[in-house]
């Protein structure tokens, strides 16, 4: 529930039994958490789905219970502590996806949705899977999966990848802070924009 209050229900969560697949957003009605299928997946095998676990992990969501942003938590792959088997290539491409600030994707610690931006930014879908994941720090959470890891059409890939990303910027606000900006060079930078007081 407290993932939920953090904003697990805006993105895109994966539940895969040994006969169905369903992808959706988790709903809270009437006092129920449920997962509401939206049909993008509909005609794949479980079986097919396969590689999101199997290679296609690419860290967890946890509380943000110890950070200072009120979203859920995003650990990078270096962070967790999962039994995951990567090749070299995979490895090498999760070491390589980095974002405009220097960070890392497969040690990032941060806000999921910065975590988010910087795998979209880099190619890759994240969705997250319900089963259970714990960091090195002890944290618990949930491990997310990358959809582009499964066979499918490249118009479900588009259409997913555009739903996630707009999930995701419209919960991205970059401040000072996050810009690692001066004031001075910010009153500098905008001050065409800002009103100044008499």
């Known amino acids: 529930m407290s ?16 006969s169905t697949v369903c992808l959706g957003n988790i709903l809270l009605e009437k ?22 676990w199997e290679g296609g992990i690419l860290g ?5 219970g110890k950070h200072q942003w009120q979203s859920m938590t995003f650990y990078g792959l270096e962070k967790c502590d999962l039994p995951v088997d990567l090749g070299k290539t995979r490895h090498g491409a999760l070491s390589a996806a980095e974002n405009q600030y220097g960070e890392s994707l497969i040690e990032f610690v941060g806000s999921v949705y910065r975590g988010y931006q910087l795998m979209l930014d880099n190619h ?3 969705v997250v899977l319900l089963t259970e994941a714990r960091a090195k720090d002890g944290e618990r959470g949930l491990p997310v999966g990358d959809l582009r890891m499964v066979p499918m059409d490249l118009s479900v890939i588009r259409r997913l990848n555009d739903e996630v990303r707009r999930s ?5 606000v970059v401040d000072v802070e996050d810009l ?12 065409q924009y800002l009103k100044k007081q008499p």
């Not at 299928?37 to 396969?50: E, I, R, V, Y």
């Open 3 to 18: 993932l939920f209050k953090q904003g697990l229900g805006e993105l895109l969560v994966l539940h895969v039994t040994s």
């Open 31 to 52: 006092g129920r958490v449920m997962l509401k299928d939206s049909g993008h997946l509909s005609g794949l095998k479980p079986t097919q789905l396969t590689p999101c």
């Open 60 to 64: 967890m969501v946890a509380e943000s």
């Open 124 to 126: 890759f879908l994240p």
């Open 168 to 172: 995701v910027e419209k919960r991205l």
């Open 180 to 191: 690692d900006v001066k004031a001075e060079v910010f009153d500098e930078m905008f001050a």
